[in-house]
T-cell receptor
Framework: AQRVTQPEKLLSVFKGAPVELKCNYSYSGSPELFWYVQYSRQRLQLLLRHISRESIKGFTADLNKGETSFHLKKPFAQEEDSAMYYCALSGPGTYKYIFGTGTRLKVLA | SAVISQKPSRDICQRGTSLTIQCQVDSQVTMMFWYRQQPGQSLTLIATANQGSEATYESGFVIDKFPISRPNLTFSTLTVSNMSPEDSSIYLC???????????FGQGTRLTVV
C-alpha cells in the first residue's frame, strides 16, 4: 500500500535544541519526497524536496531508500519554526500527493 | 509560483444541502486537484479536475457526491452534495507548477455541517 507515516503528532523542543521530525513511506517505485509546512493562519507551502538536496530555513532532509525514510532535521530550533509539518510523496509523473498525518512542532522559549 | 484564491473560506451548512467551493488561479495551469482534510486526519486527494473533460476521482469518492467543474485553465469548482456531518472538513484546492512537481495550495474552505 502507498502510505506516508509520521509517527509523532506533537513534538516539543526548547529553542536552540536539535529537531528531527520523522517520516517513513511505503511506495512501489521511486517517488518524489517533500516536506510541506503550515504556519499559523497561513496556507500550506513547500519547505523542501528531496531532489533539490538543499537546506531551507536551516532544515535538511535526507532520503534513505533502504529505510524508506525522509526525516526532517534542524540543528538548532527557533521559535519561528513552530508550525505543522507534513511529509508527502508524489508518484513519478502523477502529480498526485499522498500526505502523512502531520507533526505539530512547538519550539519553547 | 501560483497564487490560488479559494472561497468561501468557511461556512456552516445544514445537513442535506449542497455547497460549492470556488478555486481561482492567477495563471493557467494544467493540473488542478481537490483535497479533503478531515479533523485530525491527513490531506486526502478527492479528484483531479481536468479541463474539457470529466474529473478523475480517487477511490472512495464519487461524482454524484463531489461534482467538479473545470471550465478553463484558471478556475474550478467543487460541490459537496447532500451534506452530512461527516462531510465537515477542510477542503483544499491545489495546482502543480513551478519547478518540478511543487504543489501550491489555496487557503482552504473550512466546512461545518450541522
Amino acid at each position: 500500500a502507498q502510505r506516508v507515516t509520521q509517527p509523532e503528532k506533537l513534538l516539543s523542543v526548547f529553542k536552540g535544541a536539535p529537531v528531527e521530525l520523522k517520516c517513513n513511506y511505503s511506495y512501489s517505485g521511486s517517488p518524489e519526497l517533500f516536506w510541506y509546512v503550515q504556519y499559523s493562519r497561513q496556507r500550506l507551502q513547500l519547505l523542501l524536496r528531496h531532489i533539490s538536496r538543499e537546506s531551507i530555513k536551516g532544515f535538511t532532509a535526507d532520503l534513505n531508500k533502504g529505510e524508506t525514510s525522509f526525516h526532517l532535521k534542524k540543528p538548532f530550533a527557533q521559535e519561528e519554526d513552530s508550525a505543522m509539518y507534513y511529509c508527502a510523496l508524489s508518484g513519478p509523473g502523477t502529480y498526485k500527493y499522498i500526505f502523512g498525518t502531520g507533526t505539530r512542532l512547538k519550539v519553547l522559549a | 509560483s501560483a497564487v490560488i484564491s479559494q472561497k468561501p473560506s468557511r461556512d456552516i451548512c445544514q445537513r442535506g444541502t449542497s455547497l460549492t467551493i470556488q478555486c481561482q488561479v492567477d495563471s493557467q495551469v494544467t493540473m488542478m486537484f481537490w483535497y479533503r482534510q478531515q479533523p485530525g486526519q491527513s490531506l486526502t486527494l478527492i479528484a483531479t479536475a481536468n479541463q474539457g473533460s470529466e474529473a478523475t476521482y480517487e477511490s472512495g469518492f464519487v461524482i454524484d457526491k463531489f461534482p467538479i467543474s473545470r471550465p478553463n485553465l484558471t478556475f474550478s469548482t467543487l460541490t459537496v452534495s447532500n451534506m452530512s456531518p461527516e462531510d465537515s472538513s477542510i477542503y483544499l484546492c491545489s495546482v502543480v507548477g513551478g519547478v518540478g512537481t511543487e504543489a501550491f495550495f489555496g487557503q482552504g474552505t473550512r466546512l461545518t455541517v450541522v
